[in-house]
């Protein structure tokens, strides 16, 4: 049974830091990791998405890495902003699903 | 509008009582899940639809029922609502093929009394 973890389970930053968000996973045959970013009591909206070939994947300020030898992706936030405060979500993709870890709550403050 | 739409999005109900919850999507895609999100324990997996006539249990299918009524529309139904299915729920949906990523409904906040 796949098993993901986050980590921290919450971070607090100032505004302009680079920051990094950890995500592992017990089973590495996993067909992608997604990541996600959830506001409070609003939907997920989807960040990247890294398929099981690929090593990263870049989107604006946000870049993600997979490296499922070790079973751990990262997602790397540059510059952060007061905006980026939100929770993010780690799921790792199986056979047409996706098991999600509990999320890192993150607050940018100005 | 959106993509992926649930409805009703917020519902308070009564311990018994039958509740449906309903997906709508058009993106086309063939694959539909429903999940449910608890503080704590995140988002687990309750159902997911393949296509029409393929459907298959999640993590936590038990006390729920689900009717893929057309490609676009996945329903999740509670035939008897109790207290510790106050949840979050959420719809989402991806294609059959690559690059498989998951876009998420607005979700629907259920409480039951």
């Known amino acids: 049974k796949q098993e993901v973890t986050q980590i921290p389970a919450a971070l607090s930053v100032p505004e302009g830091e680079n920051l990094v968000l950890n995500c592992s996973f017990t089973?590495?045959?996993?067909?992608?990791l997604q990541w996600f970013r959830q506001d409070p009591g609003k939907g997920l909206t989807s960040l990247l998405l890294?398929?099981?070939?690929?090593r990263e994947q870049t989107s604006g300020r946000l870049n993600a890495s997979l490296d499922k030898s070790s079973g751990r992706s990262t997602l790397y936030i540059a510059a952060s902003q007061p905006g980026d405060s939100a929770t993010y979500l780690c799921?790792?993709?199986?056979?047409?699903?996706?098991?999600f870890g509990q999320g890192t709550i993150l607050t940018v403050h100005p | 509008d959106a993509d992926v739409t649930q409805t009703p999005r917020n519902r308070i109900t009564k311990t018994g009582k039958r509740i449906m919850l309903e997906c709508s999507q058009t993106?086309?895609?063939?694959?539909m899940y429903w999940y449910r999100q608890d503080p704590g324990l995140g988002l687990r997996l309750i159902y997911y639809?393949?296509?029409?006539?393929?459907?298959n249990k999640g993590e936590i299918s038990d006390g729920y029922s689900v009717s893929r009524q057309a490609q676009a529309k996945f329903s999740l139904s509670l035939e008897s609502a109790i207290p510790n299915q106050t949840a979050l729920y959420f719809c989402?949906?991806?294609?059959?093929?690559?690059?498989?990523?998951?876009?998420f409904g607005p979700g629907t906040r259920l409480t039951v009394l």
């Open positions: 989402a949906t991806s294609v059959g093929r690559f690059p498989n990523e998951q876009f």
């Open positions: 089973d590495s045959a996993i067909y992608n």
């Open positions: 890294i398929q099981s070939s690929q």
């Open positions: 799921a790792a993709g199986g056979y047409g699903k996706l098991t």
């Open positions: 993106k086309g895609h063939d694959r």
């Open positions: 639809s393949f296509d029409v006539k393929d459907i």
